[in-house]
């Protein structure tokens, strides 16, 4: 219990370019895990957060795996979930939010809320999860702070709670008020802010004095914020109605030793998490933990399958025999160290708000339940995600026609991509649904090269899914210009061309029950 306690699990939340990468190395840096930062960011080299993060487990030797970055941070241990963000944004970025127990929302200051930040808000929205909200870039120009905080409320519906406000607009950072305790917080700059930037304070009027106008406002500002209720409170922060806010700038350090303290102090610890009959698995229960993302190829000499567990409950110890919930069959840990680097106490054990990385295991697919002891426990699978590209899948080779069905199912269980079928196009050519058009690519290199099994793709003109409620309306969907299909779990999907088609189709069939899919925005 003692070291759940001590965990922060959680993710950022962005739009590509927001800043993530740097923010990680800020914080890495803040946490002392690395001594400089800008070795990994820069643009050669940048490719995609996920080999950003593997080259600095190899510079650094740190521990990090492909999914999680773990460091100790004020007595507390910090576990920094990768969503990958960039060209390969797909299914396994919202997968990996509920593993985490809160999310920071990064924010360009000069583009505030955009696409891929909305979508990912709203899987934070559906699962609950509170969201710390972080403006970054404020040492550039770009938008009015207090229009960047109405954005947040009207846009997304979360009520905006600066901890911090700016001392001077964007591209003229001077420091920030903390409006906790009312002081300036100034930042040094360190050259290329390859170093943590040294904080000072100054009381109120002593920063009236240095700062005039600019404090002046900054204080007004703050002033006006309390007036409209955005003052810091707990208890909707937890309720995912209001959201922290911070400002900073993760290329120059500045704010970031303030995030990591609000993180430790404010954001939730690991909770007890419902299993499939809604009872809580309680934190000091034997062991147990759920799937939440399945990566194959990591290491190019071996044809691995690393599964990357989230912790529930009880103490993880390396070489323990769990069981498989899915199957009732044991699964062996010895392998989980692989992954892990090099720090030998993380691989050890683990604790509650933990990931570990299981190494071959090919009997695991992503939402699958380990435990120990007595009783058995199972926890819910992940929600699939609104999908925006649907293409049939053939095999060009009739004669693999075993490893077609093989691979395609294999591909499915892992959640490569999704896996749609209905009576009218049968088995031999099923749907492949995907959040993003990468997830093809990588479901045609596998079936190819894994499989051997060739195949085909022939895109469909859909964009839009909705959850049919009543299987029995499938006739009224079922037309020319859109389709039912059943995921592998007998959900009906509708699949529209576009929100037009959609909503014509309403028009007529007023009585249509059509329900949307976490991520639809
Ligand atoms: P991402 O992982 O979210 O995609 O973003 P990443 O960290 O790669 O940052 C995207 C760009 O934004 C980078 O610039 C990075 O330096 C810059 N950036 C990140 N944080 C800040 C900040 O606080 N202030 C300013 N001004 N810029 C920031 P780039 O031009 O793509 O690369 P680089 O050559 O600067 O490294």
Redesign the pocket.
Known sequence: MREARRRRTFAVI??????????TEALALHAKVIAEAGAV???AG?RG?VSDWLEMERARGISITSAALQFAYDDCVINLLDTP??ADFSEDTYRVLSAVDSAVM?LDAAKGLEQQTLKLFDVCRHRGIPVLTFI?????PGRDALELCDEIEQRIGLRPMPLTWPVGESGRFRGVLDRSTGEFVGYERTAGGATVAAEYRLAAQQAHDEFGPDWRRAVEESELLSAAGGDFEHAPFFDATATPVLF?????NFGIGHLLQQLVALAPRPAPRPDVRGEQRALDAPFSAFVFKVQTGMDPAHRDRVAFARVCSGTFERGMVATHAATGKPFATKYAQQVFGQQRDTLERAYPGDVVGLVNASALGVGDTLYSGKPAVEFPGIPSFAPEHFAVVRTTDPGRSKQFRRGIEQLSQEGVVQVLRSDKRGEAAPVLAAVGPMQFDVAVHRMENEFRAPVRLEQLPYRVARILADAGQRVVVDTRTSEVLHRPDGTPLALFADDMALRSLLRRYPELELRPVVGSG
């Open positions: 962005s739009h590509p370019d927001a800043g993530k990468s740097t923010l960011h820069g643009k940048r957060v963000g960039h990064l970054n870039k404020w040492d550039r900073g700038s993760a290329v120059r």
